[in-house]
């Protein structure tokens, strides 16, 4: 925290003299991941498991995953900062049930190569995996790699049902949020806006439209499952419920969790649980939880 202050009172202090020098900070600072987790201990022996190889996005090599024997395959997309070994507890189980799981890491996450990566990266693996994996039964997506898989969908990958969870709808939220934690001023708020636009994503036509998911609900079909906790303070729980008008509650359905915050939520048994209900019911199933407790696994909803 005391980092990011120093930061926030450089940079908007410097802003008053010229815009572009403290502008340029805060644009490698907002596409950078500048941190990669590693696989813990807990996800080494699964992750070890799959059957890896690469595909090159942009002149750089990203890593990804199977698992299974390649039916009923399942697509895991992970969110800012992450990979998919975090995806260990649905890997499991979804291989006990007879699916085959499919991830990848983003260019500048895990063992992909690069220093950053774009939504258009995301949607290009989530294609080029669609064509040698898909059609999905299904797909996981963990915050930003909801809004990454939402434009694939929208754009004609073939995703059976989505299950969201701690997921980005807006697009221009990511500008938003991360302006409000460096605390910018309008003026470099503004500037990041252009780069973002002329610099990370040129001809990519408009953006804050297009990489909205919220914008375009007509062109995804699939039943929605979104998961997300109360407490949430990376991805606030009105995102979830912005998908929720778009896609309207026959579609759509929302489970909270209250005390697992933007990370854990993921993890929690309870919501594995009916994630995998979700995806393996039937017939899309009505979810007849309100709020998924932290602590034991509660039971999958019918």
């Known amino acids: 925290m005391a980092a990011t202050a120093l930061v926030r009172t450089a940079l908007n202090a410097t802003s008053r003299i010229a815009t572009a020098p403290p502008g340029r900070v805060a644009f490698e600072l907002f596409r950078n991941p500048l941190l990669r987790g590693r696989v813990r201990p807990a996800e080494r022996a699964l992750h070890e498991r799959a059957t890896t190889g690469e595909l090159v996005v942009n002149g750089k090599r990203a890593r990804v995953y199977h698992w299974g024997d390649g039916r009923r395959p399942v697509l895991l997309v992970h969110g800012w900062r992450s990979r998919a070994s975090r995806f260990t507890p649905y890997v499991r189980g979804l291989l006990d049930l007879g699916l085959s799981p499919v991830a990848f890491d983003a260019p500048g996450h895990g063992d992909s190569a690069g220093r950053a990566t774009t939504i258009l990266e995301y949607r290009e693996l989530i294609g080029r995996l669609a064509e040698r994996h898909g059609p999905f039964e299904g797909a996981v997506a963990h915050s930003f790699g909801t809004c990454c898989t939402l434009l694939a969908m929208a754009e004609g990958v073939p995703v059976r049902r989505l299950v969201a969870v701690a997921g980005v709808a807006e697009f221009a939220y990511l500008v938003d949020g991360f302006s409000t934690v460096l605390g910018l001023n309008d003026r470099l708020r503004a500037d990041l806006v252009r780069r973002i636009e002329r610099v990370l994503l040129p001809g990519a036509g408009d953006i804050w439209q297009r990489f909205d998911a919220t914008r375009r609900p007509e062109l995804v079909t699939a039943p929605i499952l979104v998961v997300h906790d109360e407490d949430d ?70």
């Open 233 to 302: 303070d990376v991805v606030p729980l009105r995102q979830a419920h912005l998908l929720r008008a778009a896609y309207g509650e026959r579609q759509l359905r929302l489970l909270t969790t209250r005390g697992l915050g933007h990370s854990r939520v993921l993890v929690e048994p309870a919501v594995v649980d009916n994630a995998l209900a979700f995806l393996t019911a039937p017939r899309p199933p009505a979810l007849e939880l309100a709020r998924v407790p932290a602590g034991p696994a509660a039971p999958p909803a019918a």
